[in-house]
């Protein structure tokens, strides 16, 4: 029996149009709604590429909010020195969203839970996948991304798998974390003088966050270099239409799972309940095979609450 409403803030790395931001909104209050709690929500943005200001601006207004829970989805280095004074004081209790390793530094003073998807399964199942699906003189780029935790963590164990099945990387470009900076490393690496992207041999770019895919996925269609592709996250970019011709596969994250394991940390806190210190959550693999009706189902299943504000 709650005596009072609980007050809950959450911290979303990039826009409210970004339609999975918007998605774990709505699987977490239909979530919180069936649990029957009563809450009320204040949600920051902050843009992908914030600067001190705007982190400033969101610690003011939680200073002055007296939430109960914060639930933040990212990390970086101008974000991490409040959320360690919110550590160390501890209140709000803090939830790490899309985190799924407990980060060493706050071992002393960790948040509540961790939720995450689980990297070494997914990555290791892309590697797996792509040293099957592509010939044996393929050749392997890598565009990844600095400072962004989850994505350096994913990007590490897949270089890992890959190595374990003995295949190299040729290339290895660190960007900032855009689709502009995507695309033109993609342009670089299809230099003539450098013959980057040869005709005739299959080619593989690994692209390490969502804003990074989209930006290869664009300049592979702009290139429309045959028997060139990249990977994309979740579901960037494969509603487009043609999204498949330089598409080979999509990480499907469970990402209602993760939403609605969020209230379900709340609700047991409530009740005084042990909890994880991590949950885990998997994910799929969707490649160029798969028919509609399979595609259906594994939306369906990856996103239970919020399915309808998926393109279909």
Known sequence: IQKKALQVGVIFSGPESDIENRAWLAAFKRRMQILRIDYRLDVFYLPNQHAAGDVIRIFDAIQHSKFDYLIVNSISGYLRPGLERILKQGAPEVIMSQFSTPLNIWRFHPPLTYIGVD?????????????????????????????????????????????????????????????????????????????????????????????????????????????????????????????????LVTVLGMHDSKAIAAAEIIKAHMESRLLPGVYGERSQ?????????????????????SRPLWPH
């Open 119 to 247: 990297p070494s399964q997914s990555m290791v199942q892309l590697a797996s996948y792509l040293d099957r699906r592509l010939s044996i003189n393929a050749t392997i780029d890598v565009i990844a991304v600095d400072g962004a935790y989850l994505y350096e963590n994913l990007c590490t164990t897949f270089l890992n798998a890959l190595e374990s099945l003995g295949r190299s990387v040729r290339d290895y470009y660190i960007v900032t974390d855009t689709q502009e900076e995507g695309y033109r490393a993609t342009m670089a690496l299809s230099d003539p003088a450098t013959s980057k992207l040869p005709v005739l041999t299959e080619q593989f770019i690994f692209s390490c966050t969502p804003n990074i895919s989209m930006g290869v996925w664009q300049a592979l269609n702009d290139l429309d270099v045959p028997q060139t592709y990249t990977n994309s996250w979740s579901g960037k970019p494969p509603y487009m239409e043609n999204a498949y011709q330089h598409l």
């Open 285 to 305: 693999l969707i490649t160029q095979d798969m028919d509609k009706q399979t595609l259906n189902i594994m939306y369906d299943q990856a996103c239970i609450y």
